[in-house]
């Protein structure tokens, strides 16, 4: 068996387009030959097919999809038989959430459709025991119309699984800068961690791209999520609506028994900002000041650059102060020099 390329067919579906690419896997824009819809096709690479953990994951994200049924999610299809491993899926004209925050100027109330339509997304999905762990801006697909749709369950807890899942083979779950702090500690999580997840991708959207925490690196982010508290949205951002800064607050809460205790709590909030009473948690932040983390990082830089100088110079004191010497030609017995 080998890799799959546009213009083949893999069982009823005959691949035209690539959509896009990742380190595991590849997406196809295809026709469907039987229904003559377009859909597409997810194709893991041949390296992953035999691997257990990877296979879990891409049977997980396979079948909750295929269970969960709502507008707001990317429906995963069945197809008559399968000759290898692969995710048949709806196909959506439209671009993902990353791709429309990395333009300027996201209108505030664009900010909070979006969010609303995550949240009503979110209340779906966990009434059906599905809790999706890995909410990020990449696994939001934005349609043409501005509905947002949801993929990518290769992490998700269902509760009706009777199985390993995939927590039980990795620590930690998720992507760094919108895992909850439970995550980082290992936890499984619950519906409570998707709500951090969506608190997260709002602060970024009436930020400007600004997170609840930033380092130099994954694990230094990783560690000041369990031990240091957040900047609020008004340090980026200083004439935000205090009530909409309340919300992302409380869904961002390092103890996950502060925070909305259902993505229908936070729904409530979302769809009338103006009623939240503010509970001054922000004021009740103990942050590491910007000017130190900008501080420390560029202490680092300096840290990093000096000692490859240092470096460099003692390896030109070393060959100044031990130069190579020539060796001598030494003579055969017969007079020729060797």
Do not use: C
Request: hydrophobic share 35%.
């Amino acid at each position: 068996m080998r890799e799959v390329s546009v213009g083949e067919n893999l069982d009823q579906y005959k691949l035209i387009e690539v959509i896009a690419r990742s380190g595991m896997a590849s997406i196809f824009k295809a026709i469907d030959q039987i229904s003559h819809q377009t859909v597409a096709i997810k194709v893991p690479y041949m390296q992953f097919e035999s691997d257990v953990v990877f296979y879990g994951r891409f049977q997980r994200e396979e079948e909750v999809g295929r269970r969960l049924d709502h507008p707001g999610i990317v429906k995963v299809l069945t197809p008559k038989k399968k000759s290898r491993m692969y995710i048949a899926m709806e196909y959506i004209e439209g671009d993902s959430l990353r791709s429309m925050m990395r333009e300027p100027g996201l209108p505030l109330e664009k900010a909070l459709d979006l969010t609303r339509q995550l949240a009503e997304t979110l209340v779906y999905m966990h009434s059906e025991g599905v809790v999706h762990r890995d909410l990020k801006p990449e696994n939001i697909l934005v349609t043409a119309e501005g509905r947002t749709k949801v993929m990518d369950f290769g992490i998700a807890l269902d509760e009706s699984a009777r199985r390993l899942t995939w927590s039980g083979l990795s620590s930690t779950i998720g992507t760094p800068d919108y895992m909850a702090p439970e995550q980082v500690s290992g936890r499984r999580g619950d519906v409570r961690t998707d709500i951090y997840s969506l608190g997260t991708i709002l602060y970024e959207m009436l930020t400007g791209g600004h997170l609840p925490y930033s380092g130099p690196n994954v694990y230094n982010v990783m560690r000041s999520k369990t031990a240091e508290d957040p900047q609020p949205p008004s340090a980026f951002k200083h004439d935000i609506d205090p009530h909409l800064e309340e919300i992302v607050l409380h869904a961002i809460e390092r103890n996950p028994r502060d925070r909305y205790a259902s993505a229908a709590e936070m729904l409530a909030d979302l769809r009338d900002p103006s009623k939240v009473v503010p509970q001054n948690r922000a004021e009740r932040l103990h942050p590491r000041s910007l000017a130190m983390q900008q501080m420390r990082r560029r202490l680092g830089y300096v840290m990093f650059f000096t000692s490859l100088i240092g470096a460099f110079l003692l390896l030109i004191w070393l060959a100044n102060r031990y130069p190579a010497t020539q060796s001598t030609p030494r003579r055969s017995y017969r007079g020729q020099t060797r």
